[in-house]
C-alpha cells in the first residue's frame, strides 16, 4: 500500500499518477489527507496529556516520599481527569488509524512515469516483436483437438472429477508438462535464483502482504474452516517468506525461484476465449522473485523481461513484449510487461507471462526493509515474473509444432522429455 506521508506530501503527484490508472475514487485522497491531520493532532493531544500525567506522577512520587502529602493530594485532585482524557484519546487514534487504513488499502500502486494512460488491453504498448509466425500445414488444429487425437490433454475427464477447467494431462502430455517444469526451474537456477518449495495454502496476512487481499478475495478459492487461501499464483509465499524482516543492503537482491500449482476462481470468464487450456481454475506455474534495493529496481525489471524473453527463444516461439498501460495493470504494479506467444491455430496472442515492479507498495504491507552501513532501515522493492506459466506456453508448443506426422517437441526440451515427437 502506499504510505501516509508521501501521500499527505505529495498529494497533486498521487492524484496525477492515479488518473492514468482511471482510479475512479480519487476522493480518497483527500479523505486520507484529512483522517490524518485527524490523527497526527489527536496524536499531539495524546502526547501532550501523557506527558503531563507523567510529570506529575512523578511530582507526586517525590513529595509522597518527603511526607508533603497534603501538597501531593493537591496535585492529584487537579490531574484526576488525566486518565480518562488519555483512555478517549487513545481510542480516537484507534478510530482514526483504522478508518485510514482501510482507506489506504483501496489505492492502488502509483504506475511509474514510462507507463500511458489507457483503459483496456488495445492501449498496451507493443515494445517489441520476436520471431515469425509458424509455418502450418493444412488443416492446422487448434491445441484442445490435437490434445485429443493425440490422447494426451482430456478435459471431460477433469469435468468429471472436479468441474470444468481442472483438465488431466495424460501419457506424453504429463511428461511434457514435467519436462517444461524441471525445464524452467534448472534455467532460474542457473541464472542465480535459489529454488524454493513453499505451502500451497496461505493465510490472511500472507494474501495481504502481496495485495491479494482484499483486492482479490472473489478469485481465491478460500478455505473458509482454516480461514486460508490456496495460492492464485507462488508470488504470494515466496515473497511473503520475507514478510517482517529486515535483510542486510549486501544481501540484495535476494533472487527466488519456486514451482507450484496455481489456483484461480476466473469468476464471470467464459466465451472462446478460456477454451481448452486459455483459462484454467488450476494450473502449473515456475514463479520468479526478486527484493532489490529501490535504486535498482527497474534495472532488475528489464533483467527480468529479458529473462522470460531467453526462454520464449529457447522454446523457439514467436512473441511479443507489451508494456500494460495504466488501466491495464494489476492493482499492486508500479509498471508491468507481459509477454505474448502467437497462437498460429487460434491466429490470436496467448500471455504467457507478466513480470512486474511493485516498487514499495508490498514491502509498506510486508515490513520487509532493508538497512545499510548507516544502520538506517528502509523499505526493499520487490518484483516477480512467471518464468513461465505452462498452459499457454503447451497449448502454444501444440499449435505451433504440429505437423502431419504430429507433434514436434522443441529441441531445447527434448532431453527433459525423452521423445523428440508426439504421434
Known sequence: MLQVNYIRENREKVLERLSIRNFKQPELVDEIIKIDEDRRSTQTSLDSISAEANAAAKQIGDLMRT???????EIKAQTASHKENIKNLSDKLNELEAAQHNLIVQLPNLPYHLVKQGSTAEENEVVLTHGEPAKLPNKALPHWELAAKYDIIDFELGVKITGAGFPVYKGKGAKLQRALINFFLDHATEAGYKEMQVPHLVNSASGFGTGQLPDKEGQMYHSTVDDL????????????????VIVKEEDLPIKNTAYTPCFRREAGSYGAHVRGLNRLHQFDKVEVVQITHPD????????????????????????????LCGGDMGFTSAMTYDMEVWSAAQERWLE????????????????????????????????NGSALALPRIVASILENYQTEDGIKIPEALVKYTGFDIID
Open 67 to 73: 511526607g508533603k502529602k497534603e501538597e501531593a493530594e
Open 229 to 244: 487461501y490456496l495460492i492464485p499464483t507462488a508470488e504470494v509465499p515466496v515473497t511473503n517468506l520475507y514478510r517482517d
Open 296 to 323: 535498482k529496481s527497474y534495472e532488475t525489471l528489464e533483467d527480468m523481461s529479458q529473462y522470460v524473453q531467453s526462454l520464449l527463444k529457447e522454446l523457439g516461439l514467436h512473441y511479443r513484449v507489451l508494456r
Open 352 to 383: 504467457v507471462s507478466s513480470v512486474s515492479n511493485f516498487e514499495t507498495y508490498q514491502s509498506n504491507r510486508l515490513k520487509l526493509r532493508f538497512k545499510g552501513k548507516e544502520g538506517k532501515a528502509q523499505l526493499a522493492h520487490s518484483l
